[in-house]
């Protein structure tokens, strides 16, 4: 059972290291709840005996380190990019058009799956450290031709036998298409049905975060939009 407080990224204490858990590379530093950590740990041994190195790019994230990504992008120190990969121009955008570009590829503080330990981005480490590559993490970069393709075919065909799917595989108007997005879906499947969106109202009422207040007149629309992501293109225009 995953509480609350470990749902929106406030704790850390259900999850276990990837490196006792015998993770090969970077993938050591992170941690995950033990099933997805054993889970992704065999799916990356499969992994390497085809050549392909699987690396987590990013794991856990805390409401701390999610809230940190959400004000850089608000105030633009950070970029926003659109489904072109480029970058929008914020300060032409309303407070909620501004939200929803946003949110779009990052989530609102406490709303990350990334905060339940059961979800991560890979990236291939071998070709994107020989290539010297600065990985962006956007979709052409998993595409053929990519530097993450091989990696990306790879999981396509084998990612599910070891029960991680991806929640960001189709656009339904929410979260962009994200085909680095892996999540373990026996214990994350649980969470999305039980999520604590009263908890996550309060924890945003309690935190002095930027546009909350039109986070909160919306919050309705932004966990059925961004958190079940089960909304329809109709809805988001
Ligand atoms: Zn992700």
């Known amino acids: 059972m995953i509480l609350d407080e470990q749902v929106l990224g406030l704790a850390d204490d259900h999850l276990v290291d990837l490196a006792e858990l015998n993770a090969l590379g970077v993938s050591g530093n992170f941690a995950l709840v033990k099933e997805a950590g054993e889970a992704?740990?065999?799916m990356q041994k499969a992994a390497s005996d085809d050549g392909i190195d699987c690396q987590i790019y990013s794991g856990f994230?805390?409401?701390?380190?999610?809230?940190s990504i959400w004000e850089q992008k608000w105030f633009g120190e950070r970029p926003t990019l659109n489904d072109a990969e480029e970058q929008v121009?914020?300060?032409?955008?309303?407070?909620?058009?501004?939200m929803h570009a946003?949110?779009?590829?990052?989530?609102?503080?406490?709303?990350?799956?990334?905060?339940?330990g059961t979800d991560i981005d890979v990236y291939d480490?071998?070709?994107?450290?020989?290539?010297?590559?600065?990985l962006k993490l956007v979709p052409s970069e998993y595409e053929a031709g990519g530097i993450c393709a091989d990696l990306n075919a790879w999981m396509m065909e084998n990612a599910e036998?070891?029960?991680?799917?991806?929640?960001?595989?189709?656009?339904?108007?929410?979260?962009?298409?994200?085909?680095?997005?892996y999540s373990y879906a026996p214990v994350a499947q649980k969470i999305i049905q039980n999520f604590p969106?009263?908890?996550l109202h309060q924890q945003i009422i309690q935190y002095s975060l930027a546009g909350?207040?039109?986070?909160?007149?919306?919050?309705?629309?932004?966990?059925?939009?961004?958190?079940?992501?089960?909304?329809?293109?109709?809805?988001?225009?």
């Open 212 to 237: 909350k207040h039109i986070v909160l007149a919306n919050l309705d629309i932004v966990y059925n939009r961004y958190i079940l992501n089960n909304s329809n293109i109709k809805d988001a225009l």
């Open 197 to 199: 969106l009263a908890a």
């Open 125 to 134: 480490a071998r070709c994107v450290n020989d290539a010297n590559y600065n």
């Open 89 to 98: 121009e914020l300060h032409h955008l309303s407070e909620l058009d501004k």
């Open 161 to 181: 036998k070891f029960e991680f799917t991806r929640p960001y595989a189709q656009d339904r108007g929410g979260i962009g298409i994200e085909p680095w997005h």
């Open 102 to 116: 946003i949110l779009r590829f990052s989530a609102l503080p406490g709303a990350s799956r990334h905060h339940w």
């Open 40 to 42: 992704f740990v065999a």
């Open 61 to 67: 994230r805390s409401f701390n380190a999610q809230s």
